[in-house]
């Protein structure tokens, strides 16, 4: 059995069961807290961690109101980040 194989292996019994046993018959018996930190680190190392969230556009928040109160260039400027987005997704 290789040192990964073994390393898996005990740290799947101190998941399962809050102990583990080494191949030279000595047992681990392991505490809530450091069982806990345990099933955290697989957990992170099995599914890696959660995706973050798109970040929200601002943009897409606007009202009525707020548009009736831009100047032209502002105006101007979120047509142009508007065409970049639209653009950019084409590639996609």
Request: aromatic share 6%.
């Amino acid at each position: 059995m290789s040192g990964g194989e073994l390393l898996a292996r005990l740290l799947w019994q101190i998941a399962t069961t809050g102990k583990a046993k080494f191949p030279d018959g000595t047992e681990l018996i392991v505490g809530p807290k450091d069982w806990l930190e345990t099933v955290k680190w697989l957990y992170v190392h099995i599914d890696g961690p959660a995706p973050k969230p798109e970040p929200e556009d601002p943009d897409d928040e606007l009202t009525d109101e707020d548009l009736e109160a831009m100047s032209d260039a502002e105006l101007e400027a979120l047509i142009k980040r508007r065409q970049r987005r639209k653009g950019a997704g084409r590639g996609k």
